[in-house]
C-alpha cells in the first residue's frame, strides 16, 4: 500500500522545462532531512507537496502545453534488514509494474553523492496520461532510503533524461550524515 501511494503522488504532482543545456541552477537545501540538491533556476520549487520533500517543475510553455515536466526527491523508511534491491523491488519496480502499458527501456546501477544508487528508466499510464520517468533510489543508513524521480511525457522525455541526471548528480547529502 505504501509503495501505491509512494508512486501515486510522484505522479500526481507531474500532472498539474528545460530547453538549453546551459541552465542555470539554483541551490536548495533541506535542513530537517540533511540533503542539498539543485534544480534550474526558472522551475517552480514546492517543498512538502504531495509526499514529496520537495519537487520542481518547469513552467509551462506556451497555452498548449498541459505538462510540467519535473523532478521530485522522497524520502523513505525501509526496514533494517531490507537490502537496497529488496527496497527498489518491493516499493519502486513492483509499484510501477502494475501500471497499464508498463514497459522498462533501461535499468542499472550508478552513484549519487559516491552512493550506489540503483536507476530505472520506464514508461507507463496513468489516469489517462503516459509517462516516461527516471527513477534513482539509494540508502543513506540501513533504515532510510531517497528515491528521486524525473517525469515527463515519452515524447519529451528525450529532451530532458540530461536535465533530470544533472539534477539528480547535484544531491548531496550534509557531512553530518
Known amino acids: 500500500m505504501k509503495s501505491k501511494i509512494l508512486i501515486a503522488s510522484l505522479q500526481l504532482f507531474f500532472v498539474v522545462g528545460y530547453t538549453s543545456a546551459q541552465e542555470n541552477f539554483a541551490y536548495f537545501h533541506d535542513k530537517i532531512r540533511g540533503y542539498s540538491i539543485s534544480f534550474p533556476s526558472n522551475w517552480e520549487i514546492k517543498e512538502n507537496y504531495l509526499n514529496t520533500a520537495v ?39 513492483k509499484a510501477i509494474l502494475l501500471k497499464e502499458d508498463y514497459h522498462e527501456y533501461e535499468s542499472g546501477l550508478t552513484r549519487i553523492d559516491s552512493l550506489m544508487t540503483k536507476y530505472l528508466i520506464c514508461t507507463y499510464s496513468f489516469s489517462e496520461m503516459k509517462y516516461q520517468a527516471i527513477y534513482f533510489c539509494f540508502e543513506i543508513n540501513s533504515t532510510t532510503c531517497f528515491l528521486l524521480a524525473g517525469m515527463s511525457t515519452p515524447s519529451r522525455f528525450k529532451q530532458y533524461r540530461e536535465i533530470f541526471e544533472k539534477i539528480a548528480h547535484t544531491f548531496t547529502l550534509d557531512k553530518t550524515n
Not at 64 to 90: A, H, I, M, P
Open 55 to 93: 519537487c520542481a517543475f518547469r513552467s509551462f510553455e506556451n497555452s498548449e502545453d498541459s505538462f510540467r515536466e519535473g523532478v521530485s526527491v522522497v524520502q523513505c523508511k525501509k526496514e533494517s534488514t531490507s537490502s537496497l534491491d529488496d527496497f527498489f523491488q518491493t516499493n519502486i519496480h
